[in-house]
């Protein structure tokens, strides 16, 4: 059932959604459908409404319902993406770095961390997370398949990203990341 809500979201997003909300309540101890409902209100704009399942998620995986490493992946970001959204950087970097311990080659996290740490201001760190995404982009965990991008993504996506500003303003700082390999 929960495959099914998920695939009519591009057809029926508010259905999408209400029908997972409604499986969610009957089922209290599903964390899958929790990260699922989550990532589909995160998609609706929803940062707020989407963290707690998230975090509900994580809880129930802690508890005994296990999650697999994609869906355990997918509440970190989750729960990141919806406090960055809300413009509270600083509470998404403990997200990403907690995703990172348990999957250090999971590139689009590193990436989003390096976001959040120059919204923070911290420019050292931000070059640094910057500089492994950039390293290890063509390298993501088997169960992030789907999270893989072109060659150059990241590359590219540094020059336009608004959250990376603060790092193209310092040109010694950007010219160091451009000259990653």
Do not use: K
Request: with cysteine; charged share 30%.
């Amino acid at each position: 059932q929960i495959a099914l809500f998920v695939e009519s979201a591009d057809r029926d997003l508010a259905g999408a959604i209400a029908g997972l909300e409604a499986l969610v309540g009957e089922h209290p101890g599903s964390a899958t459908a929790r990260v699922r409902l989550g990532e589909l209100l995160l998609r609706d704009g929803a940062p707020q409404r989407a963290r707690p399942f998230f975090e509900r998620a994580l809880a129930l995986h802690d508890e005994g319902c296990t999650l697999g490493p994609r869906d355990r992946w997918a509440a970190r970001e989750g729960i990141a993406h919806a406090h960055a959204m809300a413009g509270d950087y600083a509470a998404a970097i403990p997200q990403l770095r907690g995703s990172l311990a348990e999957h250090p080659d999971a590139t689009p996290t590193r990436y989003n961390l390096a976001c959040a740490l120059c919204r923070t201001g911290d420019l050292d760190g931000c070059e640094r997370e910057l500089t492994r995404a950039l390293r290890t982009e063509d390298a993501v965990p088997d169960f992030l398949v789907d999270q893989r991008r072109p060659p150059g993504h990241y590359r590219r996506a540094m020059e336009i990203d608004p959250d990376l500003a603060p790092l193209r303003a310092d040109r010694a700082r950007l010219d160091r990341v451009r000259a990653t390999r």
